[in-house]
């Protein structure tokens, strides 16, 4: 089968489309005829090695896994014997993090445990941008941030592959959004249902006398004490994303300032990596289903034109999901 390899860390000139052998499904697996994969930040750090403390687990010289791709949404073409939840022909879509990867390719073995069956009314396009961007979403604005209907929820990178879905999930939960993006995404993220958009190239929203609940940071561009001048005196501060900070620890030194700047207070900051769990996808096949959620995809690529994809990706400012078509 033709799969996107790498056999070093670096740019994207070290993808390469392979011919590799194709998976041998085990009797707790699924194997899926991937029509669709999507773009992550995880695919980007894991190519780059960086930071190298990610490397104690992707590798230390060399990444262990050698085809990327977590996100994917394709049909199954065979199961295990010990497989009941699916049947050849079910179109299905899941997200790999956690038992390794794989997406980028013509076929990839999966445990069931990572795996929804595909809702109808979306294309393999659009169910490939959903898993990890859409888990991060739900998780850390339910879980991590507590929202509640009625308050006043503001969203940092508010027209990204979270933030899109951000949106969207917190006015399904019934709150105020207001979302924070650039001149040419206003139209998108108040299409999405924002209450309130920000152009930070024109407002600083730091500076607004408004006070938000929750304060959900994909941009990761502002320090605590800016943030907090914005927060009810008990709101949450989610973090998303952060600045890439140095080579060693990447982002985690932001992260560790925010986390210890908020002890003192009141208000909190958290951060969090989403988990794969089949309750949540459920829940986000739920709202996907009853269109109140839409998956924004930017661009699409061909399997051959994925270092075009990374590059784009690598440039920061894609509205929505980048999805590789297959």
Same mark, same amino acid.
């Given at each position: 089968?033709?799969?996107?390899?790498?056999?070093?860390?670096?740019?994207?000139?070290?993808?390469?489309?392979?011919?590799?052998?194709?998976?041998?499904?085990?009797?707790?697996?699924? @194997?899926?005829?991937?029509?669709?994969?999507?773009?992550?930040?995880?695919?980007?750090?894991?190519?780059?090695?960086?930071?190298?403390?990610?490397? @104690?687990?992707? +590798? @230390?010289?060399?990444?262990?896994?050698?085809?990327? +791709?977590?996100?994917?949404?394709?049909?199954?073409?065979?199961?295990?014997?010990?497989?009941?939840?699916?049947?050849?022909?079910?179109?299905?879509?899941?997200?790999?993090?956690? &038992?390794?990867?794989?997406?980028?390719?013509?076929?990839?073995?999966?445990?069931?445990?990572?795996?929804?069956?595909?809702?109808?009314?979306?294309?393999?396009? &659009?169910?490939?941008?959903?898993?990890?961007?859409?888990?991060?979403?739900? &998780?850390?604005?339910?879980?991590?941030?507590?929202?509640?209907?009625? &308050?006043?929820?503001?969203?940092?990178?508010?027209? +990204?592959?979270? /933030?899109?879905?951000?949106?969207?999930?917190?006015?399904?939960?019934?709150?105020?959004?207001?979302?924070?993006? *650039?001149?040419?995404?206003?139209?998108?993220?108040?299409?999405?249902?924002?209450?309130?958009?920000?152009?930070?190239?024109?407002?600083?929203?730091?500076?607004?006398?408004?006070?938000?609940?929750?304060?959900?940071?994909?941009?990761?561009?502002?320090?605590?004490?800016?943030?907090?001048?914005?927060?009810?005196?008990?709101?949450?501060?989610?973090?998303?994303?952060?600045?890439?900070?140095?080579?060693?620890?990447?982002?985690?030194?932001?992260?560790?300032?925010?986390? @210890?700047? *908020?002890?003192?207070?009141?208000?909190?900051?958290?951060?969090?990596?989403?988990?794969?769990?089949?309750?949540?996808?459920?829940?986000?096949?739920?709202?996907?289903?009853? /269109?109140?959620?839409?998956?924004?995809?930017?661009?699409?690529?061909?399997?051959?034109?994925?270092?075009?994809?990374?590059?784009?990706? +690598?440039?920061?400012?894609?509205?929505?999901?980048?999805?590789?078509?297959?």
């Amino acid at each position: 089968m033709k799969a996107i390899v790498y056999h070093e860390y670096g740019s994207p000139d070290v993808l390469e489309l392979k011919d590799i052998d194709k998976p041998v499904v085990k009797d707790d697996e699924v @194997l899926v005829r991937v029509h669709a994969a999507s773009v992550n930040r995880l695919d980007w750090h894991l190519m780059r090695g960086s930071p190298y403390i990610s490397r @104690l687990q992707a +590798g @230390l010289r060399k990444p262990k896994d050698s085809v990327l +791709g977590a996100d994917v949404a394709g049909q199954v073409e065979a199961v295990g014997k010990h497989v009941t939840k699916f049947q050849p022909g079910d179109e299905v879509f899941g997200s790999l993090f956690g &038992q390794g990867f794989g997406a980028f390719a013509e076929y990839v073995s999966a445990s069931d445990d990572f795996l929804e069956l595909k809702p109808a009314n979306l294309s393999f396009e &659009q169910a490939a941008a959903v898993p990890i961007a859409a888990l991060t979403a739900l &998780q850390g604005l339910r879980d991590k941030g507590q929202i509640q209907a009625g &308050q006043k929820v503001l969203i940092n990178g508010a027209s +990204g592959g979270v /933030g899109t879905f951000a949106v969207q999930i917190a006015k399904s939960f019934g709150a105020e959004v207001t979302g924070v993006c *650039s001149t040419r995404n206003v139209e998108i993220v108040r299409s999405l249902g924002a209450d309130h958009v920000i152009d930070y190239t024109r407002e600083d929203f730091t500076r607004s006398d408004e006070r938000y609940h929750l304060l959900f940071d994909v941009a990761g561009s502002r320090s605590w004490s800016e943030c907090k001048r914005v927060l009810d005196p008990h709101a949450t501060l989610v973090i998303v994303g952060a600045p890439k900070g140095n080579r060693v620890i990447g982002p985690l030194g932001h992260i560790v300032k925010l986390r @210890l700047a *908020s002890v003192p207070s009141s208000q909190k900051a958290v951060f969090f990596i989403a988990k794969f769990n089949k309750a949540d996808m459920a829940i986000l096949r739920e709202l996907l289903e009853a /269109g109140k959620v839409t998956p924004v995809i930017d661009r699409r690529y061909e399997l051959s034109d994925i270092a075009d994809a990374f590059r784009y990706l +690598g440039e920061g400012h894609a509205q929505g999901k980048l999805v590789i078509t297959i």
